[in-house]
Nanobody, 124 residues
Framework: QVQLVESGGGLVQAGGSLRLSCAASGRTFGSLAMGWFRQAPGKGREFVAAATWDGSSTYYSGSVKGRFTISRDNAKNTQSLQMNSLKPEDTAVYYC?????????????????WGQGTQVTVSS
């Protein structure tokens, strides 16, 4: 079993930056593919970014590519999402997700473990 806890959300003005972190329990973090998803009010869960077990491969949605960076530290069992040039449309609850896989995983349905979510609000 893997437990994920996100932190780092908050309120920021458009153009600002936030860094989300996700701490994972357990000793198998190095075998986990990781991802970030978000859900805005009244909308479905949307893919944001993903990384392979070693961080060597990453993938981003078109709406965040070039602004967000996913990274992980397997020694600390953490992954992060650096969000720059934030826009009001980035406002959502952001979720950390994990699954035992050595491939990139891009679909929410394929993830087995989820954090509780952290609110990100970008004001205009």
């Amino acid at each position: 079993q893997v437990q994920l806890v996100e932190s780092g959300g908050g309120l920021v003005q458009a153009g600002g930056s936030l860094r989300l972190s996700c701490a994972a329990s357990g000793r198998t973090f190095g075998s986990l593919a990781m991802g970030w998803f978000r859900q805005a009010p009244g909308k479905g869960r949307e893919f944001v970014a993903a990384a392979t077990w070693d961080g060597s491969s990453t993938y981003y949605s078109g709406s965040v590519k070039g602004r967000f960076t996913i990274s992980r530290d397997n020694a600390k069992n953490t992954q992060s999402l650096q969000m720059n040039s934030l826009k009001p449309e980035d406002t959502a609850v952001y979720y950390c997700a994990a699954v035992r896989s050595f491939q990139l995983v891009l679909t929410a349905a394929d993830y087995d473990y989820w954090g509780q979510g952290t609110q990100v609000t970008v004001s205009s």
